[in-house]
Protein backbone atom coordinates (compact mmCIF):
# COMPACT_ATOMS: atom_id res chain seq x y z
CA UNK A 1 0.00 0.00 0.00
CA UNK A 2 1.61 3.33 -1.18
CA UNK A 3 2.45 5.96 1.80
CA UNK A 4 2.26 9.53 0.86
CA UNK A 5 3.89 12.36 3.34
CA UNK A 6 4.38 15.76 2.15
CA UNK A 7 7.11 16.80 4.49
CA UNK A 8 7.03 21.14 5.76
CA UNK A 9 9.48 22.77 7.74
CA UNK A 10 8.41 23.13 11.62
CA UNK A 11 7.42 26.53 13.24
CA UNK A 12 9.70 28.78 15.07
CA UNK A 13 8.56 31.82 17.25
CA UNK A 14 10.17 34.54 15.00
CA UNK A 15 7.85 33.34 12.18
CA UNK A 16 5.62 35.53 13.35
CA UNK A 17 7.02 38.66 13.13
CA UNK A 18 8.59 37.32 9.73
CA UNK A 19 4.79 37.26 8.43
CA UNK A 20 4.11 40.89 9.79
CA UNK A 21 4.08 42.89 6.81
CA UNK A 22 4.09 45.76 9.15
CA UNK A 23 7.28 45.13 10.59
CA UNK A 24 8.68 43.29 7.29
CA UNK A 25 7.24 44.76 4.40
CA UNK A 26 4.36 43.29 2.18
CA UNK A 27 7.29 41.53 -0.13
CA UNK A 28 9.39 40.28 2.28
CA UNK A 29 6.23 38.95 4.19
CA UNK A 30 4.74 37.37 0.97
CA UNK A 31 7.71 35.50 0.53
CA UNK A 32 8.06 34.36 3.79
CA UNK A 33 4.66 32.61 3.77
CA UNK A 34 5.17 31.02 0.77
CA UNK A 35 8.64 29.79 2.31
CA UNK A 36 7.25 28.18 5.07
CA UNK A 37 4.18 26.83 3.88
CA UNK A 38 5.70 24.71 0.71
CA UNK A 39 6.36 21.36 0.85
CA UNK A 40 9.86 20.61 1.13
CA UNK A 41 9.71 17.45 0.12
CA UNK A 42 7.12 14.66 -0.85
CA UNK A 43 8.05 11.08 -0.25
CA UNK A 44 6.10 7.73 -1.81
CA UNK A 45 6.89 4.26 0.52
CA UNK A 46 6.25 1.00 -1.74
CA UNK A 47 4.70 3.34 -4.82
CA UNK A 48 4.46 0.44 -6.72
CA UNK A 49 5.84 -3.08 -6.31
CA UNK A 50 8.65 -2.12 -8.29
CA UNK A 51 9.87 0.73 -6.14
CA UNK A 52 10.35 1.11 -2.76
CA UNK A 53 10.73 4.42 -2.42
CA UNK A 54 9.96 7.54 -4.78
CA UNK A 55 11.19 11.09 -3.30
CA UNK A 56 10.68 14.53 -4.98
CA UNK A 57 12.93 17.49 -3.53
CA UNK A 58 11.10 20.33 -5.19
CA UNK A 59 12.30 23.95 -5.05
CA UNK A 60 10.52 26.45 -3.02
CA UNK A 61 9.10 29.05 -5.80
CA UNK A 62 7.40 32.32 -4.94
CA UNK A 63 6.08 32.74 -8.47
CA UNK A 64 4.15 29.65 -9.30
CA UNK A 65 1.06 31.75 -10.79
CA UNK A 66 3.34 33.25 -12.97
CA UNK A 67 5.30 30.56 -13.73
CA UNK A 68 2.10 28.48 -14.58
CA UNK A 69 1.80 30.58 -17.56
CA UNK A 70 3.08 29.57 -20.64
CA UNK A 71 5.36 32.59 -21.91
CA UNK A 72 7.32 32.06 -18.78
CA UNK A 73 8.61 28.49 -19.84
CA UNK A 74 11.51 29.56 -19.10
CA UNK A 75 10.85 29.94 -15.13
CA UNK A 76 9.49 26.26 -14.93
CA UNK A 77 13.23 24.70 -17.32
CA UNK A 78 15.40 27.05 -14.89
CA UNK A 79 13.28 25.84 -11.36
CA UNK A 80 13.30 22.53 -12.42
CA UNK A 81 17.08 22.52 -12.73
CA UNK A 82 17.46 22.64 -8.90
CA UNK A 83 14.97 19.83 -7.99
CA UNK A 84 15.62 16.69 -6.90
CA UNK A 85 14.13 12.93 -8.20
CA UNK A 86 15.43 9.84 -6.13
CA UNK A 87 14.01 6.38 -6.30
CA UNK A 88 15.06 3.08 -4.74
CA UNK A 89 14.06 0.24 -6.52
CA UNK A 90 12.85 -3.14 -5.40
CA UNK A 91 16.82 -4.54 -5.32
CA UNK A 92 17.86 -1.61 -3.43
CA UNK A 93 19.59 0.22 -6.40
CA UNK A 94 19.62 3.93 -5.73
CA UNK A 95 18.62 6.19 -9.21
CA UNK A 96 18.44 9.55 -10.34
CA UNK A 97 16.05 10.77 -12.01
CA UNK A 98 16.51 14.26 -12.50
CA UNK A 99 17.18 13.87 -16.42
CA UNK A 100 13.38 12.66 -16.43
CA UNK A 101 12.14 15.91 -15.63
CA UNK A 102 10.29 17.47 -18.94
CA UNK A 103 8.91 20.47 -19.21
CA UNK A 104 6.28 19.10 -19.43
CA UNK A 105 6.70 17.16 -16.41
CA UNK A 106 7.84 20.39 -14.53
CA UNK A 107 5.05 22.39 -15.74
CA UNK A 108 2.55 19.59 -14.05
CA UNK A 109 4.66 20.01 -11.00
CA UNK A 110 4.41 23.64 -11.20
CA UNK A 111 0.56 23.15 -11.35
CA UNK A 112 0.33 21.20 -8.38
CA UNK A 113 2.35 22.76 -6.23
CA UNK A 114 0.72 25.86 -6.54
CA UNK A 115 -2.71 23.80 -6.25
CA UNK A 116 -1.28 22.98 -2.43
CA UNK A 117 -0.85 26.60 -1.72
CA UNK A 118 -4.50 26.99 -2.56
CA UNK A 119 -6.91 23.86 -2.53
CA UNK A 120 -4.25 21.00 -1.62
CA UNK A 121 -1.78 18.29 -2.97
CA UNK A 122 -3.14 16.07 -5.09
CA UNK A 123 -0.56 13.01 -4.44
CA UNK A 124 -2.06 10.51 -6.60
CA UNK A 125 -1.77 13.08 -9.32
CA UNK A 126 1.66 14.15 -8.44
CA UNK A 127 2.15 10.06 -8.65
CA UNK A 128 0.76 9.64 -12.04
CA UNK A 129 3.06 12.67 -13.51
CA UNK A 130 6.08 10.77 -11.67
CA UNK A 131 5.56 7.30 -12.86
CA UNK A 132 4.81 9.03 -16.46
CA UNK A 133 8.25 10.00 -16.84
CA UNK A 134 9.69 6.95 -15.95
CA UNK A 135 7.08 4.95 -18.10
CA UNK A 136 8.50 6.85 -20.93
CA UNK A 137 11.88 5.37 -19.94
CA UNK A 138 10.48 1.44 -19.85
CA UNK A 139 11.13 1.91 -15.94
CA UNK A 140 7.58 0.98 -14.15
CA UNK A 141 8.15 -2.40 -14.38
CA UNK A 142 11.66 -3.37 -13.88
CA UNK A 143 11.69 -7.39 -15.76
CA UNK A 144 10.51 -4.95 -18.87
CA UNK A 145 12.84 -2.45 -18.71
CA UNK A 146 15.63 -1.09 -21.55
CA UNK A 147 18.68 -2.21 -21.67
CA UNK A 148 20.35 1.26 -20.74
CA UNK A 149 18.25 1.75 -17.49
CA UNK A 150 21.34 1.80 -15.23
CA UNK A 151 22.28 4.92 -16.93
CA UNK A 152 20.06 6.30 -14.17
CA UNK A 153 21.85 5.26 -11.14
CA UNK A 154 22.92 8.15 -8.99
CA UNK A 155 26.81 8.15 -8.75
CA UNK A 156 26.82 11.61 -7.73
CA UNK A 157 24.64 12.22 -4.26
CA UNK A 158 25.69 11.87 -0.42
CA UNK A 159 23.13 11.68 2.35
CA UNK A 160 25.03 14.43 4.67
CA UNK A 161 23.46 17.63 5.01
CA UNK A 162 25.51 20.37 3.24
CA UNK A 163 28.28 18.14 2.28
CA UNK A 164 29.49 18.49 -0.99
CA UNK A 165 27.27 17.12 -3.50
CA UNK A 166 24.84 16.52 -0.80
CA UNK A 167 21.49 15.65 -2.35
CA UNK A 168 20.07 18.67 -0.52
CA UNK A 169 21.33 21.70 -2.38
CA UNK A 170 20.32 24.31 0.37
CA UNK A 171 21.03 27.26 -1.28
CA UNK A 172 19.40 26.18 -4.33
CA UNK A 173 15.97 25.33 -2.66
CA UNK A 174 14.80 28.76 -1.85
CA UNK A 175 16.71 31.67 -3.61
CA UNK A 176 13.71 34.24 -3.39
CA UNK A 177 13.49 33.94 0.26
CA UNK A 178 16.97 34.41 1.13
CA UNK A 179 17.40 37.29 -1.63
CA UNK A 180 14.61 39.00 -0.28
CA UNK A 181 15.87 38.58 3.62
CA UNK A 182 19.34 40.75 2.45
CA UNK A 183 17.33 42.78 0.53
CA UNK A 184 15.23 43.98 3.75
CA UNK A 185 18.67 43.94 6.20
CA UNK A 186 20.07 46.63 2.98
CA UNK A 187 17.24 48.65 2.45
CA UNK A 188 17.29 48.58 6.79
CA UNK A 189 13.48 47.50 6.57
CA UNK A 190 15.12 44.26 9.26
CA UNK A 191 17.92 44.73 11.51
CA UNK A 192 20.85 42.63 11.75
CA UNK A 193 19.43 41.14 15.22
CA UNK A 194 16.03 39.82 13.45
CA UNK A 195 18.28 38.75 9.91
CA UNK A 196 20.27 36.18 12.26
CA UNK A 197 17.52 35.07 14.31
CA UNK A 198 15.78 34.37 11.04
CA UNK A 199 18.94 33.03 9.80
CA UNK A 200 19.51 30.26 12.64
CA UNK A 201 16.02 29.37 12.69
CA UNK A 202 15.83 28.86 9.02
CA UNK A 203 19.02 26.72 9.15
CA UNK A 204 17.38 24.91 12.01
CA UNK A 205 14.18 24.01 10.06
CA UNK A 206 15.73 22.93 7.21
CA UNK A 207 18.72 20.75 8.64
CA UNK A 208 15.34 18.99 10.55
CA UNK A 209 13.69 18.09 7.50
CA UNK A 210 17.32 17.36 5.78
CA UNK A 211 17.93 14.79 8.68
CA UNK A 212 14.41 13.03 8.41
CA UNK A 213 14.84 12.77 3.87
CA UNK A 214 17.96 11.19 4.50
CA UNK A 215 16.79 8.75 7.85
CA UNK A 216 13.95 7.78 5.06
CA UNK A 217 15.90 7.11 2.49
CA UNK A 218 18.50 4.57 4.19
CA UNK A 219 15.49 3.05 5.74
CA UNK A 220 15.17 1.72 2.43
CA UNK A 221 18.77 0.95 1.40
CA UNK A 222 20.69 -2.88 2.34
CA UNK A 223 21.73 -2.83 5.81
CA UNK A 224 25.20 -5.11 5.13
CA UNK A 225 25.80 -2.77 2.63
CA UNK A 226 25.45 0.55 4.57
CA UNK A 227 27.79 -1.07 7.05
CA UNK A 228 30.47 -1.87 4.95
CA UNK A 229 30.49 2.09 3.34
CA UNK A 230 30.67 3.17 6.92
CA UNK A 231 33.23 1.24 7.28
CA UNK A 232 35.65 2.42 4.45
CA UNK A 233 35.01 6.00 5.74
CA UNK A 234 33.74 7.39 2.44
CA UNK A 235 30.43 8.78 4.21
CA UNK A 236 26.76 7.99 2.74
CA UNK A 237 27.86 8.56 -0.43
CA UNK A 238 25.22 7.29 -2.41
CA UNK A 239 27.08 6.27 -5.80
CA UNK A 240 29.67 4.29 -3.55
CA UNK A 241 26.54 3.18 -2.16
CA UNK A 242 25.50 1.72 -5.83
CA UNK A 243 29.03 0.35 -6.76
CA UNK A 244 29.66 -2.17 -3.85
CA UNK A 245 25.30 -3.25 -4.44
CA UNK A 246 26.07 -3.75 -8.34
CA UNK A 247 28.54 -6.78 -7.75
CA UNK A 248 28.19 -8.67 -4.29
CA UNK A 249 30.84 -11.20 -5.47
CA UNK A 250 33.39 -7.81 -5.87
CA UNK A 251 31.72 -5.85 -2.60
CA UNK A 252 34.83 -7.48 -0.24
CA UNK A 253 37.61 -6.06 -2.74
CA UNK A 254 35.60 -3.12 -3.17
CA UNK A 255 35.32 -1.99 0.43
CA UNK A 256 38.74 -2.68 1.05
CA UNK A 257 40.06 -0.15 -2.03
CA UNK A 258 37.66 2.42 -1.06
CA UNK A 259 38.68 2.29 2.88
CA UNK A 260 42.50 2.99 1.46
CA UNK A 261 41.50 5.54 -0.93
CA UNK A 262 38.42 7.40 0.85
CA UNK A 263 39.48 10.50 -0.85
CA UNK A 264 38.35 9.28 -4.06
CA UNK A 265 35.20 8.15 -3.18
CA UNK A 266 33.34 10.32 -6.13
CA UNK A 267 35.88 9.65 -8.38
CA UNK A 268 35.55 5.35 -7.93
CA UNK A 269 31.49 6.07 -7.88
CA UNK A 270 31.31 8.06 -11.37
CA UNK A 271 34.33 6.50 -13.14
CA UNK A 272 33.68 2.76 -12.55
CA UNK A 273 29.11 2.77 -11.65
CA UNK A 274 28.83 3.28 -15.36
CA UNK A 275 31.04 0.30 -16.41
CA UNK A 276 28.66 -2.02 -14.09
CA UNK A 277 25.88 -0.48 -15.08
CA UNK A 278 26.46 -0.94 -19.12
CA UNK A 279 24.62 -3.65 -20.58
CA UNK A 280 26.54 -7.04 -22.13
CA UNK A 281 28.48 -5.45 -24.84
CA UNK A 282 28.82 -1.83 -24.63
CA UNK A 283 28.63 1.36 -23.22
CA UNK A 284 24.90 1.63 -23.49
CA UNK A 285 22.90 3.63 -26.09
CA UNK A 286 21.85 6.43 -24.73
CA UNK A 287 24.41 8.49 -27.43
CA UNK A 288 26.97 10.94 -25.80
CA UNK A 289 27.11 11.46 -22.17
CA UNK A 290 28.00 15.32 -22.03
CA UNK A 291 28.53 15.18 -18.44
CA UNK A 292 31.19 12.59 -18.51
CA UNK A 293 32.76 14.39 -22.02
CA UNK A 294 32.86 17.36 -19.28
CA UNK A 295 34.31 15.42 -16.72
CA UNK A 296 37.00 13.56 -18.97
CA UNK A 297 35.73 10.24 -17.75
CA UNK A 298 34.37 9.66 -21.10
CA UNK A 299 37.98 9.47 -23.38
CA UNK A 300 39.61 6.92 -24.63
CA UNK A 301 42.50 7.17 -22.04
CA UNK A 302 40.14 7.25 -18.95
CA UNK A 303 37.39 4.40 -20.18
CA UNK A 304 40.68 2.59 -21.10
CA UNK A 305 42.45 2.90 -17.21
CA UNK A 306 38.42 2.94 -15.93
CA UNK A 307 38.28 -0.51 -17.01
CA UNK A 308 41.78 -1.93 -15.87
CA UNK A 309 41.05 -0.08 -12.60
CA UNK A 310 37.95 -1.86 -11.90
CA UNK A 311 39.18 -5.46 -12.63
CA UNK A 312 42.41 -5.23 -10.43
CA UNK A 313 40.17 -3.62 -7.64
CA UNK A 314 37.75 -6.93 -8.39
CA UNK A 315 40.51 -9.29 -8.27
CA UNK A 316 42.15 -7.83 -5.53
CA UNK A 317 45.71 -6.83 -7.13
CA UNK A 318 46.55 -2.96 -4.94
CA UNK A 319 49.73 -2.77 -6.97
CA UNK A 320 47.62 -2.96 -10.06
CA UNK A 321 45.34 -0.71 -8.84
CA UNK A 322 47.92 1.93 -7.81
CA UNK A 323 49.37 1.48 -11.27
CA UNK A 324 45.93 2.06 -12.85
CA UNK A 325 45.55 4.69 -10.96
CA UNK A 326 48.85 6.29 -11.68
CA UNK A 327 48.34 6.01 -15.35
CA UNK A 328 44.84 7.54 -15.66
CA UNK A 329 46.21 10.35 -13.60
CA UNK A 330 49.75 10.66 -14.86
CA UNK A 331 51.20 11.01 -11.60
CA UNK A 332 53.54 8.67 -9.60
CA UNK A 333 52.68 5.39 -8.20
CA UNK A 334 54.78 6.84 -5.35
CA UNK A 335 52.22 9.61 -4.42
CA UNK A 336 49.45 6.81 -4.83
CA UNK A 337 51.30 4.28 -2.35
CA UNK A 338 51.95 7.49 0.00
CA UNK A 339 48.26 8.55 -0.11
CA UNK A 340 47.30 4.75 0.29
CA UNK A 341 49.14 4.43 3.75
CA UNK A 342 48.40 8.30 4.73
CA UNK A 343 44.85 8.32 4.41
CA UNK A 344 45.56 12.72 4.61
CA UNK A 345 41.86 13.82 6.16
CA UNK A 346 43.27 17.21 4.65
CA UNK A 347 42.48 15.68 0.95
CA UNK A 348 39.07 15.69 1.78
CA UNK A 349 36.66 14.52 -1.25
CA UNK A 350 36.96 16.19 -4.05
CA UNK A 351 34.45 15.80 -7.08
CA UNK A 352 36.01 13.61 -9.18
CA UNK A 353 36.99 16.03 -11.93
CA UNK A 354 38.78 17.64 -9.45
CA UNK A 355 41.00 14.42 -8.30
CA UNK A 356 43.57 14.63 -11.46
CA UNK A 357 44.00 18.42 -10.59
CA UNK A 358 44.54 17.35 -7.20
CA UNK A 359 46.76 14.64 -7.68
CA UNK A 360 49.02 16.75 -10.21
CA UNK A 361 49.35 19.64 -7.80
CA UNK A 362 50.62 16.84 -4.86
CA UNK A 363 53.19 15.63 -7.56
CA UNK A 364 54.51 18.88 -8.04
CA UNK A 365 55.06 19.62 -4.23
CA UNK A 366 57.45 16.67 -4.19
CA UNK A 367 57.47 14.68 -0.73
CA UNK A 368 59.04 17.94 1.03
CA UNK A 369 56.66 20.07 -0.23
CA UNK A 370 53.75 17.62 0.88
CA UNK A 371 50.97 19.61 3.08
CA UNK A 372 51.03 18.97 6.61
CA UNK A 373 47.95 21.36 8.01
CA UNK A 374 44.43 21.76 7.05
CA UNK A 375 45.19 25.36 5.95
CA UNK A 376 48.53 23.93 3.64
CA UNK A 377 45.58 20.92 1.98
CA UNK A 378 43.59 23.94 1.24
CA UNK A 379 46.10 26.01 -0.35
CA UNK A 380 47.44 23.26 -2.64
CA UNK A 381 43.71 22.15 -3.64
CA UNK A 382 42.74 25.86 -4.15
CA UNK A 383 45.93 25.94 -6.89
CA UNK A 384 44.87 22.76 -8.23
CA UNK A 385 41.07 24.11 -9.11
CA UNK A 386 41.00 28.10 -9.47
CA UNK A 387 37.77 29.54 -8.57
CA UNK A 388 37.02 30.29 -11.93
CA UNK A 389 36.67 26.49 -12.63
CA UNK A 390 34.65 25.72 -9.92
Avoid at 131 to 139: G, I, R, W
Avoid at 189 to 212: H, M, S
Avoid at 277 to 297: I, M, V
Amino acid sequence: MTDFEALRADGFPVDAELLDAGCTGPELAHLAAVYLRSPRALVWRHPSSEWRLLVLLPPIASRLSLMANPIFAQLVRAWGLNARFVGVDRDGLVHDFRSLLSDATLKRLVDALGADLGSGLNADRLLDTLFASLAEEMLTVLAQRRDDWRRHLDTEHRLEPQAPASLFDREARSPDFLAGLRAALRDGIIDIAFYGRVLRATDLREQAVEQRVAAMIEATLEPAVLARLADTGAGRHLGCYNWLMLDPRHAAARTHVLGRLPGLAAFFAQSLVPLDAAPEGGLGTGGFDLRSLATRTAGAHALHWAGVLRRAIDAGQDRAVIEALARRFGVPENLLRRLWRELPAGFGQPPAWQVGPALRQLALAGDRGWPSSPEQWQALLARAVPMEAV
